[in-house]
Structures are given as structure tokens and as C-alpha cells.
């Protein structure tokens, strides 16, 4: 056999060797199923499912374990009904405001109730969370990352202009990468005036072993602010070890009943990241807010009370009686004496005068199955910010320039699964 013909069956060998061994698994990889973007992690086993249509994570998933509160079973029961569950995102505004009117630019802006999307006398959450008039702009997967981003023209919608008469378009990329999701918000102003921006998210979290009564919480923040019952701030602040009694990177939540409270002055690391964690049994559940978030709000609620939340909205106190209770903060003041200020309210708090509550309380045994929950909202300005500011209580106020745009993101990570 000649040289030319033994150099021939040699490279045959080898294309038939290379053909027979399968390719790389890829390791991240973006499917569409109808209404769903599916987004993977393999090497992490992090799948995220984005119904595109909502701009909404409705499920996002480490080793089949959910992170967020699952409350519907379906694709089809979550559109009809996206209630406290997925990645709520909540505009033009976060959380409640004081009047059924809003401030910006030095002008007030009163809501038209009648259309329904607002309603008083506390408006909350903004109305766009729910919306299906978001656009598919593309979905992907290359050796990095896999990503989804959607796109909400604002502008086009009659009715959400009528109450925020700022013309502008929400770009949101949800991307997976190295075990981390990040949901990345673009506002773009398209109108001729400055554009106040006080969005926030409304992640509602869990962890796989144990409930509420097990879990703890730390929170890089230095400020809480006091709210009235009603859940608006008065605009007065105390440092947040004084309001929770204890270390805020060790904060037991079976200690407390309601939380729906308010942070600021965030701790932040060298990239100007702050990170709230949820903890036990050697498993944490990280949120990871970067600079342009200025807020983070905790809400849970006790076992005691079922821990499903319900909905939120402008009402009275949600602990019995209204009162506070902030464990080594001595007596609350009596029920009904004034505007109180908040808790964290001790469970079971006996009507009158509140007191901290013992070491452990005696909480009511939880529903077989429950688990409870706490909300870990990112939110680029306080509750009540848009008409605190013009009350000059609120500093930070954000807002984009005619023909600008404002971009950040927050990421949701896990440790230990």
C-alpha cells in the first residue's frame, strides 16, 4: 500500500471517529412554546419561564426546586389569573400612593377613577402588571447566556396615558448566566417633559426546606422608614436595627407577623450592588439590586394567617389592631391612639397596648402544604415617593430627560441547592 493511499484511510479513520462523537452538550439554551420563552442553565439547572406576552418569569426554577411562590399549575390558570406569584412587574408606579392624584415636574396630575385601572382613595401598584400588550422583540442562546426581551409601547395604550401622561416605551430582558437571572428594565421617555421613574418589582420567594417560622432574612440597609397604618410613610426614619430588634443580616421572620415596610440607604459592595438574602438549612436564596434601585420593600405575612398575603392595597393595618410592636422597642402605643406607626407587628398581638413578643410565639400551626413567603420588591424609589418628593420630604427622585432613557437590573441567585 502506497504512502498516498495508507494518508487517505487514516484521515477517513479520523473524519469517522469525529463523526461518531456527539457535540458538547450546549449549556444554555431559549425555546418558545406558544405564549412561554423557556430559558436554561444546564451546567446550573436554572430554568426561567417567561411568558413573553406579560413580560413575566412565572416560574423560575434551581434543581426542580421553585423560587418563586408557584400559584397557579398552568400556563393557561397563570394568564388568567397572575395574582402574587412570577416576577410582577409594578408601573408607572410602586406600591401606594396618599392621594388619587400624583405630583411631577412641580404639577398635579388627579386620576380619572372611572376608567377602573386606578382606584382609591390609596391607589397601589401601578395598573400594568397583568397586561398582555407586550411585543416579543427576540429570544436566545449563545455559550454565555440565554435571554428573553420583551417590549411594552405605553404610549400606544389610551388609557394608561390617561392616567400618566408620559409618553414612553418599557424594554425588559430577562438572561440567564452562570446560575443568576437578571431582569434588566429600559425606560425610554418619548415625551417632551422629565419622566419621573418610580417602577419596582414584586418577587414573591420560598425556599424548598422548611416554612416562614424557619426561615431568616438579611437585608444590606441602614433606614427604615415609619409608615401609618395604611402602609404610607410619614417621612420620618429610624435606623432598621431599631425597628427589627436585632442584627439586619440575622432576622428571624417567625419573630414578626406583617411586614410591609420600606429600606433604604442601602449597603453596597464595590459595584454599587446591594443584596437582600433569604436563609436556612444551609440554603439562600440571594436578591441582588444594583445601583439605580434605591428601595427595597419586605413584605410577609405570619402562618398564623394562612401566609397567602391576599391582595394589597390601601387599607387599614393589617395586624390586629393596628399597633406596633417592634421587639426591643418597648410598648406600642394603644389601639386607635393616633396615626400609629409600624411594627414589624409581633404575632398574635393582643388587642391594646403591643408589646415584643416572646422569644418563640406561639403562632397558630400553619396549613398542611404552607409554607409562607416574603417579597423581596426592588424599587427604584420609596412608597409614596412621587408625592413625598414634591412635599420635599423625598431626596432622591429619579427622572429621565426628554429623549432619554433609564436602565438597570436586578439579579436573583441561589446558594447551596
Not at 134 to 161: G, H, I
Not at 318 to 332: C, D, E, K, N, S
Amino acid at each position: 500500500m502506497t504512502r498516498h493511499h495508507l494518508w487517505r484511510r487514516a484521515l477517513a479513520f479520523a473524519f469517522v471517529c469525529f463523526a461518531a462523537t456527539p457535540a458538547a452538550a450546549q449549556q444554555y439554551t431559549a425555546k418558545q412554546n406558544g405564549d412561554v420563552i423557556e430559558l436554561q442553565d444546564m451546567k446550573a439547572q436554572m430554568n426561567v419561564s417567561v411568558i413573553w406576552s406579560m413580560s413575566n418569569a412565572w416560574r423560575i426554577q434551581v434543581k426542580g426546586q421553585d423560587l418563586t411562590r408557584p400559584t397557579a399549575t398552568t400556563v393557561e390558570e397563570f394568564m388568567a389569573r397572575p395574582g402574587l406569584s412570577g416576577v410582577p412587574f409594578l408601573a408607572p408606579f410602586a406600591n401606594r400612593l396618599d392621594d388619587t392624584a400624583f405630583y411631577a415636574n412641580g404639577k398635579k396630575y388627579n386620576f380619572d377613577l372611572e376608567l377602573g385601572n386606578v382606584r382609591g382613595p390609596i391607589p397601589s401598584t401601578g395598573y400594568v402588571n397583568g397586561s398582555k400588550a407586550w411585543k416579543l422583540v427576540e429570544f436566545k442562546a449563545d455559550q454565555n447566556s440565554a435571554w428573553v426581551t420583551c417590549k411594552l409601547d405605553f404610549y400606544r395604550n389610551p388609557q394608561y396615558m390617561k392616567q400618566f401622561p408620559f409618553a414612553h416605551t418599557v424594554t425588559m430582558t430577562y438572561r440567564l448566566a452562570d446560575g443568576t437571572l437578571e431582569v434588566r428594565t429600559r425606560l425610554d421617555n418619548l415625551s417632551d417633559e422629565p419622566m419621573p421613574v418610580v417602577i419596582g418589582f414584586r418577587p414573591i420567594y420560598q425556599l424548598p426546606d422548611g416554612n416562614r417560622d424557619d426561615w431568616t432574612v438579611s437585608v444590606d440597609a441602614k433606614t427604615h422608614w415609619i409608615e401609618i397604618p395604611q402602609r404610607l410613610p410619614t417621612g420620618e426614619t429610624q435606623p432598621i436595627e431599631n425597628f427589627f430588634g436585632v442584627d439586619r443580616t440575622a432576622i428571624p421572620l417567625k419573630n414578626y407577623a406583617l411586614i410591609d415596610d420600606v429600606f433604604t440607604d442601602l449597603v453596597r459592595d464595590a459595584n454599587g450592588r446591594a443584596t437582600v438574602k433569604l436563609i436556612y438549612n444551609g440554603k439562600e436564596l440571594h436578591e441582588i439590586l444594583g445601583p439605580k434601585y434605591k428601595t427595597v420593600l419586605l413584605w410577609s405575612t405570619p402562618l398564623s394567617q394562612g401566609g397567602g398575603g391576599g391582595a394589597r392595597g390601601g387599607g387599614a393595618g393589617r395586624a390586629a389592631g393596628g399597633g406596633q410592636g417592634a421587639p426591643g422597642g418597648g410598648a406600642g402605643r394603644a389601639a386607635g391612639q393616633g396615626a400609629t406607626p409600624s411594627g414589624p407587628y409581633p404575632v398574635d398581638p393582643a388587642q391594646g397596648v403591643k408589646v415584643a413578643p416572646p422569644a418563640v410565639p406561639g403562632a397558630a400551626a400553619p396549613a398542611t402544604g404552607n409554607k409562607g413567603f416574603i417579597a423581596f420588591e426592588p424599587m427604584v424609589a420609596i412608597t409614596d415617593a412621587l408625592n413625598l418628593a414634591h412635599k420635599g420630604i423625598y431626596k432622591e427622585l429619579q427622572s429621565i430627560p426628554p429623549g432619554g432613557s433609564w436602565e438597570e437590573s436586578f439579579w436573583v441567585t441561589t446558594k447551596g441547592y
